[in-house]
Structure formats: structure tokens, C-alpha cells
């Protein structure tokens, strides 16, 4: 079984600060992979993508891949009160045309 | 900014009737797909749907499930006899035909609880 994996939290961030979120694959040929923000009760809407190892910034957003760990990250920097949420790391994995394989989710809490 | 629309956004149901989520994907969009998500659950991919055929489906997309483009806008999935384990939030979902990344659009969702 393929998995994406994410610790559930809570992660309680003061509001300003960096949060840092973090997810690991099981498929080594994973090859794109994404994070999305999920409010609750709502659907999920991207963020980012990244493909190649090293960081991909965005705005407040950073998106880092490390394919020899396995590992993709997300920093949000200068936290905000509308920033907290559950944030869904999904990736596609080898052999798979497009389906999305999603993490559980961290919930996010910014504390202002 | 363009959207992907789902209906119903709520149903309720009994068990072993049968359920048709309907989605109105992106106009230009051309791939289409469905995902759910039990209450407290990841989300899961179901399906994915390109040129009027199934491009990949996952094992949750037994024989009860199917779905279908019936005309140039609507893309709909059907459960034939639904299950208590069937009540979940179903996601549609679109992407352009063309560029390197594959972003998806979700629809705000349709959420069916089967009693």
C-alpha cells in the first residue's frame, strides 16, 4: 500500500510566526506533489506544487522536496488567524496516470 | 474565476437506493475526476475520466459505482445500491488538457449520507 504521510496535530503556531508542515511518501518514483489547504467542511484548494528537489517559494509559501528522504515540506511564514486549517500533502505516484494520493492532513492552528 | 459546481450539495438516502452526484467541470477543462472523503478521513481518489472513458480508477470503484459524461457539460457518478459506508463528501474535480502540472479544481463537494 502506497501511503502519504502526515501528522495529524493540532500544530499551534502564534500568529506572525513560521509554521511548518510535513509530509513522507512511500513511493520512491513519486513525481509531482502538492499541498493543499482544506477548511472545515470545504473542499480542497491548492497552494502549491513542486516537482524537482529544492524549495519553490510563493508568496508566504514554501514548498521544499527532498526526494532521497522522501520528505515534502511546507513553511508559512508570517502566520495569519486565516491560515488555520487542515493542509492535505498529496502526491502522484509512479505508475499512476493522475490520481492523487492524499495525506490525512495536518490541522493548522494560528493563535493570535 | 471559472469553478467546478456540484449537485446536489446535500442528499440523503437509504440504503440500497440509488444515487447520481452530478458535476458541471471547467469548461475548457478535459480530464475529470472523483474523489471521496469520509468524515474525519483523507480524501481518496475514485476515478478519473478522459476522451469519454475511465483512465484510472482505484479499488474503491467497485461494480456499484460508475460514471458518465452524458452531454458536453455534465460529468455524473452513480451508486447503484448505496451502503452505510457510502455516506461521505464526493468531490468532482477538473484539469485543462494541456500544461506540465497536473492542478486540480475541486468542486465545493455533495454530501451523501445513506441511513
Known amino acids: 500500500q502506497k501511503e502519504v504521510e502526515q501528522n495529524s496535530g493540532p500544530l499551534s503556531v502564534p500568529e506572525g510566526a513560521i509554521a511548518s508542515l510535513n509530509c513522507t511518501y512511500s513511493?520512491?518514483?513519486?513525481?509531482?506533489f502538492f499541498w493543499y489547504r482544506q477548511y472545515s467542511g470545504k473542499s480542497p484548494e491548492l497552494i502549491m506544487f513542486?516537482?524537482?528537489?529544492g524549495d519553490k517559494e510563493d508568496g508566504r509559501f514554501t514548498a521544499q522536496l527532498n526526494k532521497a528522504s522522501q520528505y515534502v515540506s511546507l513553511l508559512i511564514r508570517d502566520s495569519q488567524p486565516s491560515d488555520s486549517a487542515t493542509y492535505l500533502c498529496?502526491?502522484?505516484?509512479?505508475?499512476?496516470?493522475?490520481?492523487?494520493?492524499f495525506g490525512k492532513g495536518t490541522h493548522l492552528i494560528i493563535q493570535p | 474565476e471559472p469553478e467546478v459546481t456540484q449537485t446536489p450539495s446535500h442528499q440523503v438516502t437509504q440504503m440500497g437506493q440509488e444515487v447520481i452526484l452530478r458535476c458541471v467541470p471547467i469548461?475548457?477543462?478535459?480530464?475529470f475526476y472523483w474523489y471521496r472523503q469520509i468524515l474525519g478521513q483523507k480524501v481518496e481518489f475514485l476515478v478519473s475520466?478522459?476522451?469519454?472513458?475511465?483512465?484510472?480508477k482505484s479499488e474503491i470503484f467497485d461494480d456499484q459505482f460508475s460514471v458518465e459524461r452524458p452531454d458536453g457539460s455534465n460529468f455524473t457518478l452513480k451508486i447503484r445500491s448505496t451502503k452505510l459506508e457510502d455516506s461521505a463528501m464526493y468531490f468532482c474535480?477538473?484539469?485543462?488538457?494541456?500544461?506540465?502540472?497536473?492542478?486540480?479544481?475541486f468542486g465545493a463537494g455533495s454530501r451523501l449520507t445513506v441511513l
Open positions: 513511493d520512491r518514483g513519486s513525481q509531482s
Open positions: 469548461s475548457n477543462h478535459l480530464y
Open positions: 474535480a477538473s484539469r485543462p488538457p494541456f500544461g506540465g502540472a497536473n492542478v486540480l479544481t
Open positions: 513542486i516537482y524537482s528537489n
Open positions: 475520466f478522459y476522451n469519454n472513458e475511465i483512465s484510472e
Open positions: 498529496a502526491v502522484i505516484q509512479r505508475g499512476g496516470a493522475d490520481g492523487l494520493t
